[in-house]
């Protein structure tokens, strides 16, 4: 007899013939165990872009806003219980950019899922962040401060290269800022928080358990959107590519460049508050500073982010360290609390445009090698980052005094100008709308 029954588009395959009814079930139960099977093989499904670009922002809102700069806003906090001075607060936060360094260069070469690393560090920048206000110790503290940066580099160098991986295919530059505009969100939400203890005389401990909590909070949220892609490769490298990435010159330029933005933000971005309160001690007046530098952070990449499809990437770069240059240098010309508080804004702005701008680049460079590349850029941030309070501390003027630190920031990044901008412009990243149009124009 014919086949009556194809059953190929159900994923068996299988003809049933009548011919007898043992033979039929037979089929029948080979067929139901077959399908089954197709079913459990069926690969997880991606998750949606917009969800990707949530988990991105909520990741790197952990990692920046907590991870590396919790100490910012608790550090007056610290001071007022424990009598620390600037030069503990520098050495505490070196401790962070020296762990910060070491989890960045780790990331070049480790071969890890992206995901499952970024959920590692999250985890561990919950359990140190509880530990900092659980003991007194200060060599205690330099050691969880220092994990806390290995874990913050581990979550910020992997949530960016799987965010801009995975958003790459879409082409909506507005997701792209929505990650990034999560570590000012961190810092505004870290900043805001304590600003609230401060003003109902809450201590520096309560202030690290509850932003240890809101950071496990934050993490349980996210977690399952991070397990839904522990399908993708475990290295970007083991993936075939037509033009395979190379180190070159261009690269170096980069990774110094990230550097010199690490060195130039970093201490304001540490000292903000400590700097305020020489001229206000009020905490309901110079604790904004912290917040405020969180909310430019926040606005600046969603404001700014199809800039890049203009200007391109590394002329975004460019405009953001001049920007910078100047707001680190404003206090030292007006060195009052409003000067503080525009420089908090114009620094906390380019601060997120520079790390935009640099690991879009970055991903446009290397594509699916881009890992790598980002992990070298951000180590040399961290590098960058951790010379920055040190210089604080061996050359901070008579009445804690910043201006030299901060003109020395300044020179430094107004000198990262000017190598980016001799990389040739046939190199530089440019949107396609405007290669396009570049070679309309040059068609007779």
Request: aromatic share 8%.
């Amino acid at each position: 007899m014919k086949p009556f029954f194809h059953a190929e588009d159900c994923g068996i395959s299988l003809v049933c013939r009548c011919e007898t009814g043992r033979g039929h079930h037979e089929n029948h139960a080979v067929g139901v165990t077959h399908h089954s099977q197709t079913l459990e093989r069926k690969p997880a499904r991606a998750p949606a872009p917009a969800a990707v670009a949530l988990a991105g922002l909520t990741a790197v809102a952990i990692a920046m806003g907590i991870g590396r700069f919790a100490l910012t806003p608790i550090l007056p906090m610290m001071q007022q219980d424990f009598g620390l001075s600037v030069s503990d607060g520098g050495w505490l936060a070196s401790a962070n950019y020296l762990g910060f360094l070491f989890g960045a260069v780790s990331a070049i070469s480790v071969r890890v899922r992206s995901t499952t690393a970024l959920r590692v560090g999250l985890v561990v920048i919950a359990i140190v962040t509880l530990g900092m206000g659980l003991t007194t110790e200060f060599a205690i503290w330099i050691i969880l401060r220092a994990l806390a940066g290995i874990a913050n580099a581990w979550a910020q160098v992997f949530a960016f290269a799987w965010c801009l991986e995975k958003l790459a295919a879409v082409q909506r530059p507005l997701l792209n800022g929505v990650v990034f505009a999560g570590v000012g969100i961190g810092i505004t939400l870290a900043g805001g928080f304590c600003l609230l203890l401060m003003a109902v005389n809450g201590s520096s401990a309560e202030a690290w358990i509850g932003l240890a909590l809101i950071s496990l909070i934050a993490t349980t949220a996210i977690w399952r959107i991070l397990g839904a892609d522990d399908d993708a490769t475990a290295g970007e490298d083991r993936r075939p590519t037509a033009h395979p990435w190379q180190w070159n010159v261009d690269s170096l330029r980069l990774v110094l460049c990230f550097g010199a933005s690490g060195f130039g933000y970093i201490i304001p971005a540490t000292f903000l508050p400590a700097m305020a309160r020489q001229f206000i001690p009020d905490p309901l007046v110079f604790g904004w500073s912290w917040p405020i530098f969180g909310a430019a952070a926040a606005v600046a990449p969603l404001a700014t982010a199809g800039w890049a499809q203009v200007l391109g990437n590394r002329y975004l770069w460019i405009l953001s360290h001049l920007v910078m240059a100047f707001g680190v240098a404003i206090p030292v010309r007006w060195p009052t609390i409003s000067g503080i508080m525009i420089a908090a804004l114009l620094v906390g702005a380019t601060f997120m445009i520079n790390a935009m701008a640099s690991m879009e680049e970055a991903q446009s460079i290397a594509g699916p090698h881009s890992t790598r590349l980002m992990a070298a850029m951000i180590a040399g941030f961290g590098t960058g980052q951790m010379v920055g309070p040190i210089l604080v501390s061996y050359v901070i003027g008579p009445g804690v005094n910043f201006s030299k630190p901060l003109l020395i920031a300044s020179l430094v990044l107004i000198a990262s100008v000017y190598a980016l901008s001799h990389e040739p412009a046939a190199k530089q990243t440019r949107s396609p709308e405007r290669n396009l149009r570049s070679k309309n124009e040059s068609c007779p």
